[in-house]
Each structure stands twice: as structure tokens, then as C-alpha cells.
T-cell receptor, first 115, second 111 residues
Framework: DAMVIQNPRYQVTQFGKPVTLSCSQT?????MYWYQQKSSQAPKLLFH???????NEADTPDNFQSRRPNTSFCFLDIRSPGLGDAAMYLC??????????????FGPGTRLTVL | QQQVKQSPQSLIVQKGGIPIINCAYE??????FPWYQQFPGKGPALLIA?????SEKKEGRFTISFNKSAKQFSLHIMDSQPGDSATYFC??????????FGKGTRLSVIA
């Protein structure tokens, strides 16, 4: 049973053409994350939502935006993709509870190609 | 203080061998240490995790050893198989903050 779903799995866009990646979850987790992963590298956190609170990493380019309209869905918008934005984009979720650190569950990723 | 240092970067073992991947951290506030397994073109999948109140945890062929005083933890894969060939990431977490990942170890198990 899919728990963290990402669509599309593969996305091709043109240089400078806006693109939106989507993530949905059936876990009812209150925290959702977006990561960028380039080949042979660790996932790099772009931002995360703790409930509706948006937390941006200091080095995330302004070109990357996110929306979380409800608990289940989260979107990553790349306003003007450059060649350097070609990567795997991973969505993850976790259930934050008082007094405990919970694990993150990742989706299958969206492979973004920029032409 | 937020870094997690992982080694080696890559590892080749023969089938049946016991690869060991090591991670070290600085921040003593970390209280959760998961390992993720990632196959090419897939998202990372949780493999096994440990909290600092125990020194070892086993799940099937996978074992985490944890040394709190040394601020180190490691993953051992018993009787490794070619299907274990993947990239392994250690991570460290603390309450209400995202996980901090190591740089990953690419494991190849050859028959």
C-alpha cells in the first residue's frame, strides 16, 4: 500500500519553464519534507512543513517554492528551472510528537530532467 | 555540530561477507539513529533504527551497533547477498528537527 505518493515519477521540462511536483500521503503525518538528491549524493533538505508552519533551509534558492494546502498534499514549485536543477526530488513525511523523534518515510521520488 | 560523518564512501564485499558501515556524530542532543537503504531510481527506505538507550539492535541480517560515549554507530550486514547492493545512508535526529544525513556508502556485493 502506497504511503507517500509522488507524481509524476518522471518530469521533463524546458530551461526556464515552471514545473510543479506533487506529493500526497496516506499516513496522516503532520510533517512533510522536500529533498533534492543529485547523483551519488545524499538527499539535501530544501524545506519542510511542521503542520502549516513552513521552514525554509537557509541555502534553498528562491527559485524553489512550496505549498501545502492540507495535511495530505504538498507541492514543490520550481519557478524557472535551470540545468543545475535536474535531480531526483524526494518527498518525505514524519509524525512529530512531543518527547519523541519519529522516522521519516520517503516517497519514490520524481526524476526531473531540464532540457 | 550538525554533521554526521559516514565512512567508507564505497565498499565491495563478496557474497556472504559482513560489510560494516560507520557513522559518527557530534551533537549529543541527537536521540534517534536510522539507517536507510536506497536502490537506484528509488526513494530511501528505512532499514533499521536505534535509540541511544540500547547498544545494539538486530533485525534479520541487519545489526546496528551504537557507542554513545564515542558518539559512533555502525551498520553490519550479515551474510550479505548481491541483492543488498545499494547505497546506505545513516542519519541522526532529534525532536522536532529534520534528520541529518551522512553522505552515503555505495555497497556492492559480488557473487
Amino acid at each position: 500500500d502506497a504511503m507517500v505518493i509522488q507524481n509524476p515519477r518522471y518530469q521533463v521540462t524546458q530551461f526556464g519553464k515552471p514545473v510543479t511536483l506533487s506529493c500526497s500521503q496516506t499516513l496522516n503525518h503532520n510533517v512533510m519534507y522536500w529533498y533534492q538528491q543529485k547523483s551519488s549524493q545524499a538527499p539535501k533538505l530544501l524545506f519542510h512543513y511542521y503542520d502549516k508552519d513552513f521552514n525554509n533551509e537557509a541555502d534553498t534558492p528562491d527559485n524553489f517554492q512550496s505549498r501545502r494546502p492540507n495535511t495530505s498534499f504538498c507541492f514543490l514549485d520550481i519557478r524557472s528551472p535551470g540545468l543545475g536543477d535536474a535531480a531526483m526530488y524526494l518527498c518525505a513525511t514524519s509524525r512529530a510528537t512531543v518527547g519523541s523523534t519519529d522516522t521519516q518515510y520517503f516517497g519514490p521520488g520524481t526524476r526531473l530532467t531540464v532540457l | 555540530q550538525q554533521q554526521v560523518k559516514q565512512s567508507p564512501q564505497s565498499l565491495i564485499v563478496q557474497k556472504g561477507g559482513i560489510p560494516i558501515i560507520n557513522c559518527a556524530y557530534e551533537n549529543t542532543a541527537f536521540d534517534y539513529f536510522p539507517w536507510y537503504q536506497q536502490f537506484p531510481g528509488k526513494g530511501p527506505a528505512l532499514l533499521i533504527a536505534i535509540r541511544p538507550d540500547v547498544s545494539e539492535k538486530k533485525e534479520g541480517r541487519f545489526t546496528i551497533s551504537f557507542n554513545k560515549s564515542a558518539k559512533q554507530f555502525s551498520l553490519h550486514i550479515m551474510d550479505s547477498q548481491p541483492g543488498d547492493s545499494a547505497t546506505y545512508f545513516c542519519a541522526a535526529g532529534r525532536r522536532n528537527t529534520p534528520l541529518v544525513f551522512g553522505k552515503g556508502t555505495r555497497l556492492s556485493v559480488i557473487a
